[in-house]
């Protein structure tokens, strides 16, 4: 039986699919602003899938890959990359350290959870950030009629493979400002149903 988010079902053809349809749209907005990172930050991609975005982290000293499928982490492993840690885990089980990383990229992760797990997945990004940390999410928003009935379908056809807790896309920009963050730039593409999104953790002392 397929566990909740569960994509083992659907690694080895997950890339294929989602440039069928977007191209190189998704990789490009999740691989933005990365270039800007500098050499002694701690990184931590959640959900990284196959690991395409490893690849514009080369000049990182420390990446922690945190990925709940078994499978996506054995395809980001075919690639040898020194500064990089492979944990296979759930984000939200998996122990961090509080305050020890700069930089948390989120590509295409957040659409996963409903508001109320939103909600604890947000709050543990805050805590593990350092004091204005950065928040890099790359995801979707519905904007055109268009781009409402296809991330409908993406719901439905994810509901099926993977049993991914969501059945439809949160507000993810106004969860993410309730909580410690806020907007530094952003980015839209393909008519604004794909964006790219840097927030700074906020300093609450």
């Known amino acids: ?65 945190i990925e709940k499928s078994a499978k996506m982490i054995k395809l980001a492993q075919t690639s040898t990359f020194a500064n990089v840690q492979f944990i296979c885990a759930d984000f939200l089980e998996y122990a961090l350290e509080d305050e020890s990383t700069h930089i948390v990229i989120c590509p295409f992760f957040l659409d996963v959870f409903t508001p109320f797990q939103l909600g604890e997945v947000l709050d543990k990004i805050a805590r593990i950030l350092k004091k204005k940390g950065t928040l890099f999410v790359s995801d979707f928003q519905c904007t055109t009629w268009w781009s409402k009935q296809l991330i409908k379908l993406m719901y439905v056809f994810f509901g099926m493979s993977t049993r991914i807790a969501a059945r439809q ?5 106004t969860l993410i400002l309730d909580k410690e963050f806020k907007t530094s730039a952003h980015l839209f593409r393909k008519d604004g149903m794909i964006f790219s999104k840097s927030y700074t953790k906020i300093n609450t002392d």
């Open 169 to 173: 896309l949160a507000p993810l920009n």
């Open 1 to 65: 039986m397929v566990k909740e988010n569960d994509f083992d079902g659907i690694a080895w053809c997950y890339d294929f699919m989602a440039k069928l349809i977007f191209g190189e749209r998704l990789y490009q907005a999740s691989i933005q602003w990365l270039e800007t990172l500098n050499k002694l930050d701690t990184v931590v991609v959640l959900g990284g899938g196959s690991g395409k975005i490893l690849k514009q982290l080369t000049h990182v000293d420390r990446v922690i890959f």
